[in-house]
């Protein structure tokens, strides 16, 4: 149980066009989800909280108009990387919190999506 | 502010060695600890975790991490290391957000490579 599907695994794009990632949970909701982006070799900088039905949360220093979040229903929440450049490129990772657990429980992560940019 | 420092970048051990991985946490309230293990281009799968309770806890593949309050540590160990654990292996701790919503805050990851 509690998995998260992440799409698609890997994409590349040009310099300029715009690129959404999905992250679905399968088997529970979500009223929680988490966008991270991880650098090669690098650990996990959380980039945005995402509420469903409300406004998501950035981290300090992202740019909300560059990285667009939508989690519009439980099982749902899609990052848009808008007008991507090359130092863009990266590997993201969303996670999500079932509505029915602790506040502190564990996270459910999808498998990732690497994004090159060129 | 809250963090975690995992002082090994890269490790190695030969097969049937023990292990143990190093995490220290800085957090003001009673922490919330978690291992995660992640392989090449894949998420992170969870190890175990750490809520209250027993400082000894239990996790997945034979793993375990004992909690220390007076050292802020929170180190991973498994007695014998098999050729399938190499992995990147990250150590966390929840941190709380406004309301009741809490986020995750990620050391920098110890690469683990097992020598046959």
């Known amino acids: 149980g509690a998995v998260v599907s992440q799409h698609p695994s890997w994409v590349i794009c040009k310099s300029g066009t715009s690129v959404k990632i999905e992250c679905r949970s399968l088997?529970?909701?979500?009223?929680?989800m988490f966008w991270y982006r991880q650098f090669p070799k690098q650990s996990l900088m959380l980039m945005a909280t995402s509420n469903e039905g409300s406004k998501a949360t950035y981290e300090q220093g992202v740019e909300k108009d560059k990285f667009l979040i939508n989690h519009a229903s439980l099982t749902l929440s899609t990052l848009t990387v808008t007008s991507a450049h090359p130092e863009d490129s990266s590997f993201y990772i969303c996670s999500a919190r079932s509505r029915d657990s602790h506040y502190n429980s564990p996270l459910h992560f999808g498998n990732g999506t690497r994004l090159t940019v060129t | 502010a809250q963090s975690v420092t995992q002082p090994d970048i890269h490790i190695t051990v030969s097969e049937g060695a023990s292990l143990e991985l190093r995490c220290n946490y800085s957090y003001g309230a009673t922490p919330y600890l978690f291992w995660y293990v992640q392989s090449p281009g894949q998420g992170l799968q969870l190890l175990l975790k750490y809520f209250s309770g027993d400082t000894l806890v239990q996790g997945i593949k034979g793993f375990e991490a004992e909690f220390k309050r007076s050292q802020s540590s929170f180190n991973l160990r498994k007695p014998s290391v098999h050729w399938s654990d190499a992995a990147e292996y990250f150590c966390a701790v929840g941190a709380r957000m406004g309301g009741a919503t809490n986020k995750l805050i990620f050391g920098t990851g110890t690469l683990l490579a097992v020598q046959p």
């Open positions: 088997d529970f909701q979500a009223t929680t």
